[in-house]
């Protein structure tokens, strides 16, 4: 093969970079990104979007799922209907751990799009 590209790659403020992924030279990743894991950053990313891996064949690219500030929003929202503290964790009742679990599978846990 013998082809060798070397560029220089420019990443904003306010980016988070999944585990896996990979940014390939001459590619800039605008500020307040979020780029799933083990996405391939063929182009360049605009600024506040959070994008994912898609593969089709051998392209391979990404694909925005929705703005930094709308997943951010989300999030709140999600964290607001689930309270958790150090003290609801350390002084809870087994009625008290009973509610919270019913919560969690109302609304789901974890980090969710």
Same mark, same amino acid.
């Given at each position: ?7 220089? +790659?420019? %990443? $904003?403020?306010? /980016?988070?970079? *999944?585990? =896996?992924? #990979?940014?390939?030279?001459? +590619?800039? %990743? $605008?500020?307040? /990104?979020?780029? *799933?894991? =083990?996405? #391939? ?9 959070? /994008? ?62």
């Amino acid at each position: 093969m013998g082809y060798v590209k070397v560029a220089p +790659v420019k %990443i $904003g403020n306010d /980016v988070f970079i *999944g585990y =896996g992924s #990979i940014v390939l030279p001459g +590619v800039t %990743i $605008g500020s307040k /990104v979020i780029v *799933g894991a =083990g996405t #391939i950053c063929s182009k360049n990313i605009p600024d506040n979007v959070v /994008v994912v891996v898609v593969v089709v064949g051998q392209n391979s690219g990404y694909h925005i799922l929705c703005s930094y500030d709308e997943y951010i929003k989300r999030q709140k929202e999600r964290m607001e209907k689930l309270p958790i503290s150090m003290i609801q964790c350390t002084n809870r009742s087994e009625e008290s751990w009973k509610k919270w679990k019913e919560c969690l599978q109302k609304y789901g846990s974890g980090f969710d799009l």
